[in-house]
Every structure is written in C-alpha cells, then in structure tokens.
C-alpha cells in the first residue's frame, strides 16, 4: 500500500475505480467552508462514497436551517446511488439524518470486503477511543453550542485560540500534546480493531493521519473546517491517496 499528499491536478481521470472517504465535513459549523471544492468533489463519478462521520453538525442549527444553507451538497447526495453514512458523535439522530437524506443507507459502523482484491475495510468514525470525549460528553454537550455562537460573532475559532495560546506559552506544548492525543486514538483503534479487517477508515480527530500496524494500517480523513482533506482508494492498485492542505 502506498500513501501520498495528493492535490487536484487530476481532474481529467476517470474516478470509477476508485473510493472516496471523507469525515467532519461539519455543514452547520459557522467554520464549514470551502464548499466549492466539496460539490467538485462530489461530482465526481467515484466508484463508491464512504462519509465516515460528523457531516452534519446540528449542535446549534436546526436540520432543516442546515438544509437549507447547503441545499446543493444535500441534492447532490440525494442523487447518487453509491454512498453509505456512518454516524459520528457531531450527527442528528438518524431520523433528521433521513428527513434531508432519505434515500441513503446510515449505519454506526461499516464493515466490508472489497472482492476485487479480498482486502476486508472497517469504517467508524471513530470517538469511542478518544477518552476525553467519553468522560467529558457532558461538558461537551455545553461548550460546543457555546462556542459556534463566538464563532459566528467573532469569526475566531476557541479550540484554535487556546491551542496557539498553550503553544506560545508552553513552547508549543498544546500542538505535542494534541499530536500524541491523535496517535494514542490511532493506537487504540488499531490494538482493538486489527483482528477485524486490513484497513481502518476512521475520522474524529480532525487530524489527516495513517498509521501502519502490525496487521492492519489506520487511515484517518482528516476534516473541512481546516484541512479539508479526504482519502481516495485505487481499487485495482490497493493505494490510497490522502489528499489535502496539510
């Protein structure tokens, strides 16, 4: 398996043989941007389309309120046939989840075979390894609403502010720490997932990232709020592609 830092240049290929994965889209963050390039994205006529969680944040918008500001993303969706959505901890309930995207098959977690080259794949976004999540959700369900309002005042995102803040004080001891954070949940998800397939499609953590286990290697996503980075999969060669601005 090969891994490269992809760009755009490939606008003229044929996608049919090829996967897309893409995670923490967030459309209804006051941060989720770059739609332009994510309809480009969609348009393409990609064998299947894997979305491996948090593509709808309703923490603070309504269902419908988020529908309506990215109705073409939504009616782009809703015309293709080949696209599974796992759920991730940001998402509606399933039932929203239907109301915008009625015909698309949602799922907590996605395991598959691709027969072409007998590779197993597991795809889950990917929270239940990130401890702090687990014991602080209750905290979470508080300062994540609160936040999206400063966001959309101030136009500055919190979690970014406080991470350059860590870092001026503690040379740069917040990005260190967020690093080691994001390949624990790697290590993690490899240690309990490995048995189950030979690659791991995972999201989450925001952070582009692969990681080679013994027997299996972990792939994150990565997100669109700022890296807007995304994972393509030759079928016939066995090679993913991380693609992004990272």
Not at 40 to 51: C, D, G, P, Q, V
Not at 97 to 116: Q, S
């Amino acid at each position: 398996m090969d891994s490269n830092d992809g760009d755009n240049k490939r606008h003229l290929m044929n996608y049919m043989n090829y996967d897309l994965f893409l995670s923490d889209i967030h459309l209804g963050h006051p941060l989720s941007s770059n739609k332009k390039e994510l309809i480009n994205l969609l348009e393409r006529n990609y064998r299947n389309i894997y979305l491996i969680g948090d593509i709808i944040d309703s923490w603070e918008d309504s269902i419908e309120d988020i529908y309506n500001k990215h109705k073409v993303i939504f009616d782009i969706l809703n015309r293709l046939t080949n696209v599974i959505y796992v759920l991730g901890n940001h998402d509606p309930l399933v039932m929203d989840i239907h109301k915008v995207l009625p015909n698309i098959p949602i799922v907590k977690m996605y395991k598959y075979k691709e027969m072409k080259n007998n590779k197993t794949f597991l795809l889950t976004h990917g929270e239940e390894f990130d401890r702090v999540w687990m014991k602080y959700f209750f905290l979470a369900k508080i300062f994540f609403p609160f936040e999206y309002v400063i966001t959309r005042i101030f136009k500055i995102s919190i979690r970014d502010y406080l991470k350059k803040k860590l870092g001026t004080l503690s040379k740069y001891k917040g990005e260190k720490y967020y690093d080691k954070f994001v390949k624990d949940i790697a290590s993690y998800t490899l240690q309990m997932y490995s048995n189950m397939a030979d690659y791991i499609i995972a999201g989450h953590t925001h952070y582009a990232y692969i990681k080679q286990g013994k027997k299996s290697t972990y792939l994150n996503c990565g997100d669109w709020l700022d890296s807007f980075s995304y994972i393509e999969y030759n079928v016939e060669e066995d090679c993913f592609q991380l693609c992004g601005d990272f």
